[in-house]
Every structure is written in structure tokens, then in C-alpha cells.
């Protein structure tokens, strides 16, 4: 059986740095697509960033909030997806979620359903 699981969430002021990973057992990221997703109270979950491999190339989507702030990379050793974060801002407490499919695109890399495997979450909370 397919499991992601999220780590790396906590607590964070203001301008501070975290960095998130996903680790997957009975599933390999290399080639695949591996998304970050988050979602906070009463919003709806907000693809944040992926990390596509077809072939020789990568491909690398952010969303518009955190693009310049946030970095998606993958650790093929490890089977390992980080997020790490930069200069957080209270908006972007949520529940994060990393979510894999065997490809997607950049008309599609953001969307909840082009994803078939998802984790449990882990809470990410930037307060003063």
C-alpha cells in the first residue's frame, strides 16, 4: 500500500524558514510529479508547488504566493520531496499535504485531482 508522509511542520515567526519533506514507502518519486498542497481553516486546499520529472528534464511550478519564497527539490536516494520555506507570512499558516501522480503539467499541477497518492498533512503555523 501507497503512503506519503509529511514532516518538518511547526511553529515559525514572521521571516523565519521551515522545510517540509515527503517521504513515500511502496512508491518511487523518480519520474513522477510531487506536489505540495496546503490548506488552511475555511479555504480551499491550495496547490503550492511540484516537481515533475519526464525524461532527462525537470520541471518546477510554484503558485504565485510563493513563488521567490518557497523551493521544491527531490533527493532520489532518499526517496525524499522537500518544501523548504522562506520568509514565511502569517497566510501561509495552513495544513500542508504532499500528494504524487505519475505526471502532471503547467496546466495541471495544481489541481487536487490530477493527484492519485496524498499524505496526512502536517500543520505549518507562522505567528508573532
Known amino acids: 500500500r501507497v503512503q506519503l508522509v509529511e514532516s518538518g511542520g511547526g511553529s515559525v515567526q514572521p521571516g523565519g524558514s521551515l522545510r517540509l519533506s515527503c517521504t513515500a514507502s511502496e512508491y518511487t518519486f523518480d519520474g513522477k510529479c510531487v506536489g505540495w498542497f496546503r490548506q488552511a481553516p475555511g479555504k480551499e486546499r491550495e496547490g503550492v508547488a511540484a516537481?515533475?520529472?519526464?525524461?532527462?528534464?525537470?520541471?518546477?511550478y510554484y503558485s504565485d504566493s510563493v513563488k521567490g519564497r518557497f523551493t521544491i527539490s527531490q533527493h532520489n536516494a532518499t526517496n525524499t520531496v522537500y518544501l523548504h520555506m522562506d520568509d514565511l507570512k502569517p497566510e501561509d499558516t495552513a495544513i500542508y499535504y504532499c500528494?504524487?501522480?505519475?505526471?502532471?503539467?503547467?496546466?495541471?499541477?495544481?489541481?487536487?485531482?490530477?493527484?492519485?497518492?496524498w499524505g496526512q498533512g502536517t500543520q505549518v503555523t507562522v505567528s508573532a
Open positions: 500528494a504524487a501522480t505519475s505526471a502532471c503539467f503547467s496546466l495541471n499541477w495544481y489541481m487536487s485531482a490530477t493527484y492519485i497518492h
Open positions: 516537481i515533475s520529472r519526464s525524461g532527462h528534464a525537470t520541471y518546477y
